[in-house]
């Protein structure tokens, strides 16, 4: 079992900055992709930028220029920097796990955390 825990969220003004850190633990011998989505009250859940193991990047077109992800393999920890939020940006953010499993060639189980809420408000 994998477990995925997230921190950092919290209230911040528009225009300010937050950094999401979400920590991987539990049967792991390697992690695929990583990732950020997000869901705000009344909207599905979207993807904001995902990772793979090899440090290639893919963002949503809104966050582009804003938000930066990254990674630590060696601590299995993917990381979220959000520059100049907006109202918008609003939202529980949930990190996700691609991995592996050690047993059964060509099984990899997404993995969810819990979710840390982000407001973006005066």
């Known amino acids: 079992q994998v477990h995925l825990v997230e921190s950092g969220g919290g209230l911040v003004q528009p225009g300010g900055s937050l950094r999401l850190s979400c920590a991987a633990s539990?049967?792991?011998?390697?992690?695929?992709?990583m990732g950020w989505y997000r869901q705000a009250p009344g909207k599905q859940r979207e993807l904001v930028a995902a990772i793979t193991n090899g440090g290639l990047t893919n963002y949503a077109d809104s966050m582009k220029g804003r938000f930066t992800i990254s990674r630590d393999n060696a601590k299995n920890t993917v990381y979220l920097q959000m520059n100049s939020l907006k109202a918008e940006d609003t939202a529980v953010y949930y990190c996700?796990?691609?991995?592996?499993?050690?047993?059964?060639?060509?099984?990899?189980?997404?993995?969810w955390g819990q979710g840390t809420q982000v407001t973006v408000s005066s």
């Open positions: 539990g049967s792991i011998f390697r992690i695929n992709d």
């Open positions: 996700n796990a691609d991995v592996p499993s050690a047993r059964i060639m060509g099984l990899i189980t997404r993995y």
